[in-house]
Nanobody, 132 residues
Framework: QVQLVESGGGSVQAGGSLRLSCAASEYTPSTYCMGWFRQPQGKEREGVATINLDGVPFLINGVKGRFTISQDNAKNTLYLQMNSLKPEDTAIYYC??????????????????????????WGQGTQVTVSS
């Protein structure tokens, strides 16, 4: 079972930057699809970025050009670099992992809107607050 622990959240002013980290108890990039999600207060959870089994990233339109998802295999860690932050980025950010055996059954692959995330592993979340 994979355990995920997020860190790096905090409070920043608009235009600022934060880097979120997600430490995994086990990390084999070729066997897990990894992703970052966020949930603003009172709203539904939203997929932000994923990185597939081949290390190819995907980001939603609202964060392209501002956020970067990456991974450090040696450190068993997933990152989300967030630049040019906006107040609408305020949310609890979660990382998640789904095993390749689950991803294989999804035609769309490792993407934020794939239906398999609910059956994956999740961290406890880290709060990001962006003030105007």
């Amino acid at each position: 079972q994979v355990q995920l622990v997020e860190s790096g959240g905090g409070s920043v002013q608009a235009g600022g930057s934060l880097r979120l980290s997600c430490a995994a108890s086990e990390y084999t990039p070729s066997t897990y699809c990894m992703g970052w999600f966020r949930q603003p207060q009172g709203k539904e959870r939203e997929g932000v970025a994923t990185i597939n089994l081949d290390g190819v990233p995907f980001l939603i339109n609202g964060v392209k050009g501002r956020f970067t998802i990456s991974q450090d295999n040696a450190k068993n860690t997933l990152y989300l670099q967030m630049n040019s932050l906006k107040p609408e980025d305020t949310a609890i950010y979660y990382c998640a992992a789904v095993a390749s055996t689950v991803v294989a059954g999804e035609p769309g692959g490792c993407l934020p809107r794939a239906p398999f995330w609910n059956s994956g592993y999740w961290g406890q979340g880290t709060q990001v607050t962006v003030s105007s």
